[in-house]
């Protein structure tokens, strides 16, 4: 490639903004990307990186600002033209019909609607050519809904290139990947870009920006606050740019574990293949694993959604018989869910209503009758000590932040003080503030002789916070191994599915 | 185009969309009089006047109210917690159906313990009858829309049955109609000499008592939260399917007390046609309560207006009545319309 | 008569055709709005309205067919309040589905009040005649029954074969499937969910209208308030029974029409004087609750049914 194909710019994001309410979730954002070239878009959660990216798709509308693509402006909010225009996106949830066919997913919308024959034949062949093209292996007539998560991002990415992408935008790609598929994800795409296309690539692993992007674009608040080669950065500027102060990440010691205070023995159900587990008071245990593993189920089993079908369950010591949510909360379990907006919270009620949620008909009833009074006085006590900002208990808990919501869950699990705590990707999409106030609170309860359960796809910080490390697969959980004892690509070789044969 | 939550609503933003939705209501009306060559001026002045405008048209919409009230309470208590009961309708012929079996003479008891009595065993037949699609809902899935609205058919061929069976009156002349009730299962009026029952005050009662269970008791609390998020309350440890059925019970019992109280303080006898749709007119008098229990009474006493007035308008002015059930069923489409509007604002992309 | 007797006979089978077709087109039109994501609980209402308009256009001089095309229009005209409320506000569809029943039923009986003010029996029409296909029709049993009937019978079977196959073979219901399973998918593909979903719901209440118009054009030859009588929550049912096929759909909907033709012939033999007639009429609608019932555990419903989708959420 000659230094002129270099600098020839497929894409132009020329002063964007975009405001939602009072809030601007892009302000007066410039950068241009060459032919070839791969571009880090680098920035915390809430930073406006995937706004940024749905107005260049098209998805939203910018107040300001235009786009060009290949020398020409695209016409706003229009997805269709920036597919023509050679424009690929691949979303961080994957935007999939389980129910239809690898084929059907990707031909949908690419010819029009107005055919009389969708041409499965020929869809097939050059899927099938396509897929050996750039190693991206995918039976087309499987349903997408049977497929792994890594399949789903294959199929993904083969629905920008059946439509001949030139510009590619991959959000957040590794975020549910082993660290080898990842490896292999990056091969791919660096194919991709031998073959002249461009990428536009989301992260907020620095790792991953060093080791794909040419350069990185940083984001905060918005605002693209700089532009650097990675040539000429380092990880530590990178870092400091993207929270915009020198960061500093707490270390947290590691502990010898107590007691066992949740056991399972051989445990079977829905998702779930013998897995055998002991939870020790003062440890915190991380879960890794990619994500759909049988960590949703093992979480839905520790919160009393779901029963074991056959092993031993144990919790302090007493075998479990009848279990549910109920028996869950009354045993000392403290559960914080993985998806505060639909499990963790009623987005219409107000700050009372959820704080009671767990508590309300043992400690804020009496004969079938409320006391609001009491439960708003444990309300306003609970957002004093946790620090939850917001303008008061009758606020309703849709309009906080993702970090204030998650605040006054912590606050409402903790408070009882529980022995156990079930933590299923407790800081997903919080700033780094919230996140650390998190991490905190979670090791002051181990401290004070609790046993932690975290489970995270985000492997740094589970091997941040936890004493002893399972890994996930497939249902099976693997043996503990103390914090240290195992390098992450190790800890992806058993995500992967490797060692548990021997083991067993 | 996009739906923006709203953060902090302004005044007009919470009242105008409302009070538009209505204002709209009554120029769709106000066209379709024209087009059947009414003045529109004249036809909702005579709306009116047939409605309020003397005490015994007042009387009439009060009577005419009180059905609309239990039944508005019935789909209020059971949308709110998402359980869409459509078929209050049923559930108001069961409780007939047993005020009738009863209160035809099998028990010779006095008034006061026979009308409790009477009350309670209609709440009873109601409850169970939206008690089998709440039972189908939560242990198979099946969708209760489909289930409650095919039963008000079924149950109404039932009646049909029971009237020219077991429950005929002998002295009807072959009408299918019930025999009367005994003098100690009828509602007195309220006040001695006018045209109103004890079901009116009942349904009152009904209505403070749904808004005081609503606000003040766990299972007010419990039901709220199941409507709003059944996951998550499962999840916090609410018995949602208990609750589903709790809520079923409570829906249909108080749809029954329609019926209850509308044979024994209004017609005496059960007939098949004691309902004109006040099961599916309540759909429309809840949603235009926004679901609050004492906003049902006033839905009622609008809705029930419009019908009375209707009447006497279609006397007077030869607009056909039907133009109310048209104003009711728009108002309904676009209250919900409006409700939305008060809460998003309407953004593109 | 025997119950072999009454099943052997041509005249029962196509009873049950003619039966059926008014819920196969019904069936047809929720079917199409079920696979684009919306429920539309508009159908009993809009069969009146369809019943009504097609007759009333006939009544006042269009040719039959033009019937047909008055109800269609009439349907996709009420299809659109439901896909404008449902679709891009994305109100509760179980709300929106009973305000438009209601709606189009009073508006139906409005017009008919203020056409025919003084009428005490509804004016008859000139209804589509049986056209028997030559040779077709003599086949033993089966010709009679498939292949006498009206054109608009004929027109339902053609709707079912003409769904399924732009359903399964075409971009546009590649494009309708993916709206009701993953909204998501269609948008990131650059297609309108909002543009496919309300044309569903528009061209799906149109069928729903002229399946109310064979009662009036086809069936019988007249307009009576209680005409529809609930066969639209029947196809509702219908369209669960069929597991959201077309096929399927068209099968459930001729089972039932079977099932009702043989209970309608059973009440004047020996079982008709024993059981009261009402257990005969309530037949369809337990029918109904049971096939729901038994379907309920094999479910293959839309992922994406009752979901509005607004691109704004994340």
Redesign the interface.
Known sequence: MTAKDQAEVVLRLSNITKR??SLTANDAVSFDLARGEVIALLGENGAGK?TLMNILF????ADEGSVEVLGRALPP????????AGVG?V?Q?F??????TVW??I????????????RAGAVRARIRALSERFHLRVDPDAKVGKLTVGERQRVEIL?ALYRDARILILDEPTAVLTPQEADALFGTLREAVAAGLSLVFISHKLHEVMALADRVVVLRHGKLVAERAVTDTSREELAALMVGAEVTTPEFQMHAGGAPLLSLHAVHAPGLNGVTLDLCAGQITGLAGVSGNGQGALSDLI???ISPTSGEMTVTGQPVQTW???T??GRGIA?I?EDRH????????DLT?NAI??T??TEF?RG???D?GRARAHTEALIATYDVRCPGPDTRI??LSGGNMQKLILGRVLETGPMIILANQPVRGLDIGAVNYVHRRLDEARLGGAAVLLISEDLDEIMRLSDVIHVMSEGRLSPGFARGTKTPAELGQWMAGDGFDAVA | MRLEPIANPTVLRRYGPPVTAIAATFLVAAILALIAGGDPFAVFGQIVKGAVGSKFALLETLNRATPLIFTGLAVAVAFRAKLWNIGAEAQLYAGAVMTAVLGTGMLGWPPALLLPTLAIAAMLAGALVLLIPAVLKVRLGVDEVVTTLLFNFIFLLFVSYLLEGPLKDPMGMGWPKSPRLIPEARLPRIVEGLRLHWGFALALIAAVAVWIVNTRTTLGYEMRAVGQNAEAARFAGIPVTRVILKTALLSGGLAALAGFSEVAGLTGALTLDLSPGYGYTGIVVAMLALLHPLGVVAAALFVAAIFVGADSMSRAVGVPTYLADIMLASALLFMVLAILLTKFRVRRD | MDILDILLSASFWAAAIRIASPLIFATIGELICERAGVLNLGIEGIMVAGAFAGWIAVWAGLPLWGGVAVAMLTGMALGFVHAVLSVPFGLSQHVVGVGLTLLATALTFYTYRVVLPEVSSPPKIEAFQALPIPLLSDIPILGPALFAQTPLTYAAFILVALVAWVLYRTPLGLAVRAAGESPAAVAAQGLSVTVIRMGAVMVGSGFMAVGGAFLTLSAFDSFFFEMVNGRGWICIALVVFGAWKPGKALLGAVLFAAFDAFQIRLQQTGVGQVLPYQVFLMMPYILSILALVIMSRRAEVPAALMVPFNKGER
Request: net charge positive; glycine share 16%.
């Open positions: 939602f309410g995937t098209g998805q939203y509308t909010g229009n997805p269709r033209a920036a597919l023509d996106m979303h949830h935007t999939l019909a389980g129910n239809l059907e997913n031909v949908l919308g690419a010819q029009g609607l107005g055919g009389l024959s969708l629905k919160s009393g959604l549910s949510p109920r869950a909360i559960r869910p639909k499990t963790g919270t009623i987005a219409d009620f209503e949620l767990e309300y008909a009833s079938g009758w409320m609001w849709r309009l």
